[in-house]
């Protein structure tokens, strides 16, 4: 790790990983550390440096007029925006979107740390700076540094502001709509559980199963999963859902190829809290599949166990539950 990692990790984000992180966490941290605010910070301070000439020996009421707005809008800017709903083919275009906002943003605020230091020790600086404003060739320079730098700091604002427009073309709908499926999901999750645990007939209860499978495979296909299967999954819960007087051995079997499925889909469990609902639901999915002659409320206890402990597997991970790490 380059002195900027290690600044930003163990001084200023030193309290943020003093937190149990998952991989997940950990790894979206570390490489924003890495790609975003180091390159930020040093880029800005490069821009710095550059600029020093420009405070020196040029007027910089002209300078701090033109700043201040920028960093205004370009702070704004960055503290607005929200990358959490991003695609996941799109996860490398945000992390540069975000970096151009910023870099913005952080040269800014150096430009303007510089600015408020030479002013505080002008008298330091006043044989310099009467040198330099007596010759043109240093006058030019210092205006040509500063333009590359005032150009480059709009540049950023500019570029950061075009992605993320575009990227927030990409998602249009996207985040309300896997927002509501995310709520009904779990609402169904724990109705189903509650009604299952009532032992209200299993007439009713094939009617839940299917229901809350269909909008939990619909969520997972809001999150941006790619698989051919969720489509015959959803139709195999419609089917359990519109006939749910089918026989009960039929009803079981669909229950439990619907459980299977979900299980397979869940391929990213990192916390200790997750991993022990996860067990605990394989082991109640291996009992209803290997006990053939439970009575048919131990079958129901069994089936509102399973999601209840899918719905706190939500709560916990919500659609890192089916991303790769």
Same mark, same amino acid.
């Given at each position: 790790?380059?002195?900027?990692?290690?600044?930003?990790?163990?001084?200023?984000?030193?309290?943020?990983?003093?937190?149990?992180?998952?991989?997940?966490?950990?790894?979206?941290?570390?490489?924003?550390?890495?790609?975003?605010?180091?390159?930020?910070?040093?880029?800005?301070?490069?821009?710095?440096?550059?600029?020093?000439?420009?405070?020196?020996?040029?007027?910089?009421?002209?300078?701090?007029?033109?700043?201040?707005?920028?960093?205004?809008?370009?702070?704004?800017?960055?503290?607005?925006?929200?990358?959490?709903?991003?695609?996941?083919?799109?996860?490398?275009?945000?992390?540069?979107?975000?970096?151009?906002?910023?870099?913005?943003?952080?040269?800014?605020?150096?430009?303007?740390?510089?600015?408020? $230091? *030479?002013?505080?020790?002008? =008298? !330091?600086?006043? +044989?310099?700076?009467? &040198?330099? #404003?007596?010759?043109?060739?240093?006058?030019?320079?210092?205006?040509?540094?500063?333009?590359?730098?005032?150009?480059?700091?709009?540049?950023?604002?500019?570029?950061?502001?075009?992605?993320?427009?575009?990227?927030?073309?990409?998602?249009?709908?996207?985040?309300?709509?896997?927002?509501? $499926? *995310?709520?009904?999901?779990? =609402? !169904?999750?724990? +109705?189903?559980?509650? &009604?299952? #645990?009532?032992?209200?007939?299993?007439?009713?209860?094939?009617?839940?199963?299917?229901?809350?499978?269909?909008?939990?495979?619909?969520?997972?296909?809001?999150?941006?999963?790619?698989?051919?299967?969720?489509?015959?999954?959803?139709?195999?819960?419609?089917?359990?859902?519109?006939?749910?007087?089918?026989?009960?051995?039929?009803?079981?079997?669909?229950?439990?190829?619907? &459980?299977?499925?979900?299980?397979?889909?869940?391929?990213?469990?990192?916390?200790?809290?997750?991993?022990?609902?996860?067990?605990?639901?394989?082991?109640?999915?291996?009992?209803?599949?290997?006990?053939?002659?439970?009575?048919?409320?131990?079958?129901?206890?069994?089936?509102?166990?399973?999601?209840?402990?899918?719905?706190?597997?939500?709560?916990?991970?919500?659609?890192?539950?089916?991303?790769?790490?």
């Amino acid at each position: 790790m380059t002195l900027i990692d290690n600044f930003i990790k163990n001084i200023i984000l030193k309290d943020f990983f003093k937190i149990e992180l998952d991989s997940v966490q950990s790894e979206i941290a570390k490489d924003s550390i890495k790609n975003k605010y180091s390159k930020a910070v040093a880029k800005a301070l490069g821009s710095g440096l550059l600029i020093i000439p420009a405070i020196l020996f040029l007027n910089t009421q002209i300078l701090v007029s033109i700043l201040i707005p920028i960093t205004m809008v370009s702070g704004t800017a960055w503290f607005a925006i929200s990358l959490a709903n991003l695609k996941k083919k799109f996860e490398q275009f945000g992390l540069e979107l975000t970096q151009n906002l910023f870099d913005s943003f952080m040269t800014s605020l150096v430009v303007l740390g510089l600015l408020a $230091f *030479f002013s505080f020790f002008a =008298s !330091l600086f006043s +044989e310099i700076v009467i &040198i330099g #404003q007596q010759d043109f060739t240093i006058q030019l320079i210092s205006a040509i540094l500063g333009i590359i730098v005032v150009f480059r700091i709009l540049y950023n604002l500019f570029a950061g502001s075009l992605k993320y427009d575009i990227n927030d073309a990409m998602l249009t709908g996207q985040a309300e709509a896997a927002e509501q $499926f *995310f709520k009904k999901s779990l =609402s !169904l999750l724990h +109705e189903s559980a509650n &009604i299952l #645990q009532s032992g209200r007939g299993l007439t009713v209860a094939n009617y839940h199963i299917g229901r809350s499978f269909y909008e939990l495979f619909a969520f997972i296909r809001a999150t941006g999963v790619m698989n051919g299967r969720l489509d015959a999954l959803m139709k195999r819960a419609l089917d359990l859902k519109r006939n749910p007087s089918m026989s009960q051995k039929n009803a079981d079997a669909i229950a439990i190829e619907l &459980i299977e499925n979900f299980v397979s889909y869940c391929i990213n469990i990192e916390s200790g809290k997750a991993r022990k609902s996860f067990e605990n639901l394989k082991d109640e999915l291996n009992c209803l599949k290997n006990n053939k002659k439970e009575p048919q409320e131990v079958v129901d206890s069994r089936l509102s166990t399973i999601f209840k402990e899918i719905a706190e597997l939500l709560e916990i991970q919500g659609e890192f539950l089916f991303k790769k790490k």
